[in-house]
C-alpha cells in the first residue's frame, strides 16, 4: 500500500511528522506501507511553480491513499489566484475525484471541559458530516470578477448541481446513516436558492431506496444554530460543499478544538485522501505548538476506509483516547489541572500508547 504523504504549509510539515510517527511504528510491525512525499499548495509553488504540479500529480494517482497536512499562508496571498495554494487543494480533489467529504465530530470524553459549550450540550456527541466536495460554488462556471455593462466592478460565481452529483454524495449519506442511527439530516437553503431546491428534490427521491432510514431537511442557517443549541439532535448530516465547510468548522468546536477534527475525502472506490479540517494555522507556524491529533486521527480514517483495517484504526483512535485520559494536552484544549504538551510530546505520547 503505497502512502502519498503532502505536508504542504504553515502547521502542514509539523503535524504530519507527528502522523509519520504513526505510519512509521505500524510499518515496523509488519504493515505493508510505503510512504512518499511531494510538495502541494504554497511548498509546491516555491519548488515548482505551480501549487499542484505534476510531480505530485503523478504520486497522487499511483498511491492507494494521500496523507496531507494544511495548505495556504500569508505569503501566498496576493499571488495570482490560479497560483494560490488553496487552488492546489481544490484541484487534487477534483483531479481525484474526492467528491465525499467525511467530517466526523466526535467529543472524547476527556474533552468534555475543553469545549466552549456547557458539557451535557456535548457529552457523547457523536455527529458525521457528509459534505460534498467537489462540486456547488467552489466549482461552478462562471465565475470571476468583472465590469458590469454600468462600468461598475463586480465579483460573481455559481452555485451548481448537477443531479448524478447530489445522487452519488446522498447514497454516500444514506450508506452511512444504514450503518449508524439510520437518522439523516439534509441542509439546504431550499426556501431561497434553486441548486438547493433540486438538492432537496433529489435527496427524497434517493431516500425510497433507504425505507430504514429517517430523512429530515433543515435550512443551513436554522442548522447553525442547532449545531449549538442542541447538537445531540443529529447523527448523519448532509450537505453542499460551502455549507459543510462552514458547518465542519462549527462542529469542530464542539469536540473541543479544530485541531481534533479528521476527515477523509473519498472518490467512489474509497481511494482517498485525508487531511485534518483545519488549515495551515500561520498564527501558531514553526512553534512546535499545533494539535496534532486531527491528523493523527485522519490517519485511522485511511487505515478504516481506503485499506479496510478497521481493528487497526481502532487502535489509533484508543492511543489518543489514551493520552487524553493520561491529561496530556496541547495548547488548543489545555484546561487547568492537565499537562501542557507540544505537538511532538503528543506525537511521542501517541506512539507510546500505541
Ligand atoms: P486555520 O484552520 O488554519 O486556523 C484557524 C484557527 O485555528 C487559528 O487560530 C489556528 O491557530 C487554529 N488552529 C488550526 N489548526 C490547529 C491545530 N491543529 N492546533 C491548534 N490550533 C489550530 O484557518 P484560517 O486561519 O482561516 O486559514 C489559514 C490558512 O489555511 C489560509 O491560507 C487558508 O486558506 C488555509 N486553509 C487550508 C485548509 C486545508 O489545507 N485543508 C483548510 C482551511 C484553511
Ligand atoms: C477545508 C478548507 C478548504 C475548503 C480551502 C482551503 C480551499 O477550508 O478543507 O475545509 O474550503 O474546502
Ligand atoms: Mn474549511
Redesign the pocket.
Known sequence: MKIAVLPGDGIGPEIIKEARKVLEVLQKEGLAITLEEAPLGGAAYDQYGSPYPEVTQKLAHEADAVLLGAVGGPAYDDLDRPLRPERGLLAIRKDLNLFANLRPAILYPELANASTLKSEVVSGLDIMIVRELTGDIYFGQPRGIRVNASGEREGFNTMLYAESEVRRIAHVAFGIAMKRNKKLCSVDKANVLETTEFWKEIMIDVAKEYPEVTLSHMYVDNAAMQLVRNPKQFDVMVTGNIFG?IL??EASMLTGSIGMLPSASLDANNKGLYEP?H?SAPDIAGKNLANPLATILSVAMMMRYSFNLEAVAQRIENAVKKVLADGLRTADIFEAGSTKVSCSEMGDAVVAAL
Open positions: 465547510d465542519s468548522d479540517s488549515g
